[in-house]
């Protein structure tokens, strides 16, 4: 019964998933295609919780449908003069296309070559507190998580540095 | 019954939690406004005005709604769409008593933030398909001021988080039942949540993108009948789930001091949670009949050089005493 329930969700989910990304690649509004990407993104949060990681799930929700769809909008706004700019007329170029057939072939090449290895389903899924265990304990993944939130620091003072005037410098 | 038939129905009663408190909010923000400002209110239909809302619903319904020439139109019917649906998901973790709660989350506060920044990205859709000048200085607003705000909102929530060690909601409420309610040792994150929270909300001293008298009525200027209906039934909603997160976070809750945990933990404490939550709207529709005002740049510049850097003092503050403190009194005693 329930297992029903999971592969409607998993269909409906595929297709929105897979149907906005044809339609952000199509769009020729760049602001269409943010929104289209951000289908895609909260399409993807559901498959997440699909398969119950519901931390991942939440962290693809706030990082790429909330903060990095509204950067994406932040920049369209202020990088178009008129609302007309947002309609892209289509380029066609040989190198685009050679690029796109390259990397096709490379990706059926290695989809056809590769086996898949059907995932097993562990007994009991962790949850957020044994993920939030595994990531702060010492032996674990304090010192590579430590060191990214620093790396995070230098990036945010360097912005301030650089956006600041001339003379203020 | 089957779990499907469970997760419809609590569905269903969020949307009537939502669309009941949009008809509340609105006689009550008519009567709180009114007697701020020192006359009486809606006071025709019904008792002390009561039924003028439910007028108004029928309004909303029956109008006619005309769509501009010159829309997105794409994009132009789902941004309602985009603003209401976050909005009704923010329901799912909040605590109304320890087994009334719709979706018992361990990120429960994480989840509620994550859905809440949702909310921009229509209105943001709304103002950008609206064609308008006005839409989109609203949209464009909204924007920055959630660009600005996510973070110290985040991080004022974070003290009480780390007192409770939990982002469960209903555990942190727990965390509060045998001692003191977080206001007491969190008083300057709970002003700065207060002040983030206002902003998120789209309250009053800094409803930027619907400023009436500069903007018309921002991102909304375009819509009309139920398609605006949706767009202000989510406003206020946003506002109740807000009020909703601080009573759990600084208020305790469902729980009472000095009342035992055995009454309060069904009905009782849903019924003690709502009056809480009530009571912090009211507050912030006084502050809303009291504040003129502020300007988008003042807005933003409060954000970035004054909230960011106090919520992150009052964490590493929050964090010494949490660490130290049990420590400290152990040596001492």
């Known amino acids: ?169 | 019954m089957s779990p499907v038939l469970i997760a419809t129905l609590r569905v269903l009663a969020a949307v009537g939690l939502m669309l009941l408190n949009g008809v509340v909010l609105i006689y009550m923000l008519r009567k709180v406004l009114g007697h701020l400002h020192v006359r009486l209110g809606p006071t025709e239909l019904g008792p002390a005005g009561m039924f003028q809302t439910l007028a108004d619903v029928v309004k909303l319904l029956t109008k006619e709604d005309p769509t501009p020439g010159m829309v997105d139109r794409v994009l132009y019917f789902l941004a309602p769409l985009i603003v209401f649906v976050p909005s009704l998901a923010a329901y799912a973790a909040l605590p109304f008593s320890s087994s009334i709660i719709a979706a018992d989350l361990d990120a429960g506060l994480l989840f509620t933030f994550a859905i809440l920044s949702l909310v921009t990205l229509g209105i943001f859709a709304a103002g950008w398909a609206s064609y308008n000048k006005w839409s989109l200085l609203g949209a464009m607003r909204s924007i920055a001021q959630q660009v600005t705000y996510e973070v110290p909102l985040l991080l004022a929530a974070l003290p009480p988080v780390m007192i409770a060690g939990s982002m469960n909601l209903a555990d942190i409420v727990r965390a509060q039942q045998g001692s003191v309610w977080f206001i007491v040792p969190c008083f300057p994150a709970f002003l700065f949540f207060l002040v983030a929270g206002l902003i998120e909300a789209n309250q009053t001293p800094f409803d930027m993108s619907e400023a009436e008298s500069e903007l018309v009525a921002g991102f909304a200027t375009e819509y009309a009948s139920m398609k605006f209906g949706l767009l202000f039934l989510s406003e206020f909603s946003n506002t109740f789930v807000f009020s909703a997160l601080m009573v759990t976070l600084f208020f305790g809750g469902w729980t009472l001091p000095f009342v035992p945990d055995a009454l309060l933990s069904g009905v009782g404490g849903a019924v003690v949670f709502m009056i809480k939550t009530y009571l912090v709207i009211a507050v912030l529709m006084w502050v809303r009949g009291t504040l003129p005002r502020v300007r988008i740049d003042q807005l933003l510049s409060l954000g970035w050089k004054v909230l960011l850097p106090a919520t992150l003092v009052w964490i590493v503050i929050t964090g010494l005493a949490v660490k130290l403190g049990p420590a400290l009194i152990g040596g001492v005693s």
């Open chain 1, 1 to 169: 019964m329930t297992d029903t329930y999971t592969l409607v969700a998993f269909g409906v989910l595929a297709l929105v998933s897979v149907a906005s990304a044809v339609g952000m690649l199509t769009a020729r509004n760049v602001v269409h295609a943010a929104y289209c990407l951000l289908a895609v993104s909260i399409a993807a949060a559901g498959l997440f919780a699909l398969l119950e990681a519901r931390y991942l799930a939440l962290m693809q929700v706030l990082v790429y449908a909330g903060a990095v769809a509204i950067l994406n909008l932040f920049t369209i706004m202020i990088t178009l003069r008129r609302r007309e700019d947002a309609v892209r007329p289509r380029d066609f170029s040989w190198p685009g296309l050679a690029l796109a057939v390259t990397f096709f072939a490379a990706v059926a090449v290695a989809v056809a070559g590769g086996v898949l290895v059907p995932g097993v389903e562990p007994d009991v899924f962790p949850g957020v507190r044994e993920f939030g265990e595994r990531l702060f304990e010492i032996e674990g993944w304090v010192l590579p998580f430590e060191i990214a939130s620093l790396v995070l620091t230098a990036a945010l003072v360097g912005a301030v540095w650089w956006s600041r005037e001339e003379g203020e410098r």
